[in-house]
């Protein structure tokens, strides 16, 4: 099997449900800005840091269910979705994190260390990925569970990014207005 199929060299793809839509509609952007994010996810590992590491696996893997979800338009329930459970995974992620954690006083310039400096441009794409899905769910039925989870997404990834900086002994700069 080739990984080439030339369905998309006029600028149209399929959805889940076998429709045809065009590269840049707002569902293309939301499902493909995810993968974008999921992308950086994946450049941040191995943090060096196993339960951080075996957290970003968890949310790649989550991740695929998003793009999932924005790929089919006219989800069954058997079909891949976002659920409460996973946003509450997220929340879970963000509390342990955050034990470990300086109390925040202040916003955070974004940086630190390598594995850090990542997390928070994962964090930025991901911020990028839930206007998409916002904008697509103005225009379209969406799972908002799906929506919520980027949005609890974005805050995980800064805590893990503060996280990692701090373990790896980098200071949090702050912002001079």
Known sequence: MTIYTGRGDEGMTDLRDMSRVSKTSPRIEAYGTVDEANALVGTVRPTGYDDVDETLEAVQNHLFVVQADFANPDADEDDPQVDEAQVERLEAWIDEADEELEPLRSFVLPGGSEAGAALHHARAVVRRAERRSV????????????????????????TLGRLVNQRDGEKEERPTY
């Open 135 to 158: 904008r697509l769910a103005g225009d379209e039925a969406v799972n908002p569970e799906a929506v919520t989870y980027l949005n609890r997404l974005s805050d995980l990834l800064f």
